[in-house]
């Protein structure tokens, strides 16, 4: 394979366009650097100028082929490649766009060259260093950065196509665990909030005529039958496991907790020097401000068999006592009662609020039959599980992919090799 060496700002065009007074549509559909995570989109901000005034940093123009790169704490990831945007797409002067010009070198290779691990760790590293008040890149720090790559165009299409199949089999994942999340929310509301469980013979509860009584406590009818208690009736908080010091064990952080869907990220190695410790099927939530504002919760599914895990003192873990509960424990975590709840009693300064586990243990709740519980476990506990192995699967992807990155640019693995280490991640998981 014939090598070229190439400098991007010899090939690439940087902040090529910008829109201003005389050239800005009426309608942006505007992505801020937040907003995008290694090419995944979370969401847009629909802005029309004759309704509100555009975000000063609402400036830079994108093509198709445009990539993005945040200039902010190049670690955080920020970046993507933008296939067939819509005119009216618009992005942050805190990002760099870069659009190829050399019609020898193709836009998505460039893009998974850049946007390798060792140069992203490079450029965090100038960050860190820059005198500024945060840790950022200037556009020269992309501009200068040198590649050898494959001379053949034809080659370097093909070594995106496999990366590319990577991150689509990845956001496939991802989008199935999004609608597998959405079923069991739906199904926890309509047995849990609305009360329309399948009764004696499968109707649903309430709506079928079934019997509510009206409790002070909680101030709403509740199924007749039901008992009022608390948390604690249900979870142990905090719950005691051994842990011995300086063992090398699972840790997870505040990033490892997801505000949407339920599976935490990737578990990291450390040596255990205290915290909340926790195992398989447990549910940690954030208990600070304002990681508990933004819901951040997540299911611990990625651990050893009986294997203990461990995390910040941030977190407060919740357990079944009779039974496994995880699914029920995630979707009560994320309900609305049960926020603002822990939200209304946390204590402390106003920038370090906490929420105390005692606090939780007293959470007022209807309890439902426990054949009623045991029979939604194992419902929505499915859907769980398709999840975890979703999460599982994308991890070894995302393993793979970055380990295929500089291989597959220097020539050290070959893309029918590439290939066929996908396929065996697949099959796996069929």
């Known amino acids: 394979m014939q090598i070229r060496r190439i400098v991007i700002g010899n090939i690439c065009e940087l902040n090529s366009e910008t829109i201003g007074s005389s050239n800005s549509p009426e309608i942006i559909r505007y992505l801020d650097t937040s907003s995008i995570t290694k090419n995944k989109i979370e969401c847009f901000q629909l802005l029309d100028s004759r309704q509100t005034l555009f975000p000063c940093r609402a400036k830079r123009k994108v093509k198709n082929g445009t990539i993005i790169y945040s200039t902010v704490r190049p670690n955080l990831e920020h970046f993507g490649y933008l296939v067939n945007p819509e005119d009216n797409l618009i992005v942050s002067t805190g990002f760099l766009t870069i659009d190829v010009i050399d019609k020898d070198i193709d836009s998505e290779f460039l ?167 926790f195992q398989n099927d447990d549910l940690v939530i954030a208990r600070i401000t304002p990681c508990l504002e933004n819901g951040k919760t997540g299911l611990i599914t990625l651990l050893k068999e009986n294997e203990t895990g461990f995390g910040s003192t941030e977190f407060i873990v919740l357990r079944g ?52 519980l045991m029979k939604f476990e194992e419902t929505v506990g499915t859907f769980f599980k398709k999840t975890t192995l979703n999460t599982t699967e994308n991890q070894r992807l995302s393993n793979l992919r970055d380990w295929l990155l500089p291989m597959l640019m220097n020539g050290q693995v070959k893309v029918g090799e590439a290939i066929e280490q996908i396929l065996n991640i697949a099959a796996e998981h069929v």
């Open 111 to 277: 893009y998974y060259a850049i946007t390798q691990k060792h140069i992203t760790d490079y450029l965090h590293t100038i960050a860190v260093n820059n005198v500024s008040s945060y840790p950022s890149i200037n556009p020269s720090d992309i501009r200068n950065l040198e590649f050898k790559v494959p001379k053949d165009k034809a080659v370097q299409r093909r070594i995106a196509s496999v990366l590319s199949s990577l991150d689509s089999k990845i956001d496939l994942n991802n989008r199935i665990n999004v609608e597998l999340e959405a079923m069991a929310k739906t199904l926890y509301d309509y047995w849990f909030v609305q009360f329309d469980f399948p009764d004696e013979n499968g109707n649903p509860y309430k709506s079928s005529g079934g019997k509510m009584v009206w409790n002070e406590e909680l101030k709403r009818e509740i199924p007749g039958g039901w008992e009022v208690g608390t948390a604690s009736d249900f979870f142990a908080l905090n719950p005691g496991l051994s842990l011995k010091k300086g063992s090398l064990s699972s840790y997870i952080d505040m990033n490892a907790l997801p505000t949407a869907g339920f599976m935490t990220k990737e578990v990291q190695l450390k040596e255990y020097n205290g915290g909340v410790k």
């Open 321 to 372: 006592r009779k039974m496994k509960l995880s699914s029920f424990a995630a979707l009560l975590s994320r309900s609305e009662l049960f926020r603002k709840y822990a939200i209304a009693n946390m204590t402390g300064t106003s920038g370090r609020k906490r929420v105390d586990a005692s606090a939780l243990e007293i959470f007022p709740m209807a309890i439902p039959p426990e054949e009623l």
